[in-house]
Nanobody, 122 residues
Framework: QVQLVESGGGLVQAGGSLRLSCAASGRTFSSYAMGWFRQAPGKEREFVAFITWTGGGTYYTDSVKGRFTISRDNAKNTVYLQMNSLIPEDTAVYYC???????????????WGQGTQVTVSS
């Protein structure tokens, strides 16, 4: 069982930055690939970023490439999403998710966090 807790969300002006964190419980975090997703009001949840369980590969949706960076610190059981040059369209609830030994962005995940709100004002 893995529990995920996101933090770091908040209100920021357009052009600003935020760093989201997702802390995982359990001693097997290093065996899980991690993904970040977001859901804006009235919209479907969408994929944002993914990092393989080894940390050797990362994937991003086109709209965040060059602005967002996903990383992980296995010693801290934490995955991060550094978000720069934020725009109002990035406003959403952001979720992290874990997939056992994922090497490419999967269609399903084993565990999900509860989400953290990010609001970007214009």
């Amino acid at each position: 069982q893995v529990q995920l807790v996101e933090s770091g969300g908040g209100l920021v002006q357009a052009g600003g930055s935020l760093r989201l964190s997702c802390a995982a419980s359990g001693r097997t975090f290093s065996s899980y690939a991690m993904g970040w997703f977001r859901q804006a009001p009235g919209k479907e949840r969408e994929f944002v970023a993914f990092i393989t369980w080894t940390g050797g590969g990362t994937y991003y949706t086109d709209s965040v490439k060059g602005r967002f960076t996903i990383s992980r610190d296995n010693a801290k059981n934490t995955v991060y999403l550094q978000m720069n040059s934020l725009i109002p369209e990035d406003t959403a609830v952001y979720y992290c998710a874990a997939r056992y030994r994922g090497v490419v962005p999967p269609t399903t995940y084993n565990y999900w966090g509860q989400g953290t709100q990010v609001t970007v004002s214009s």
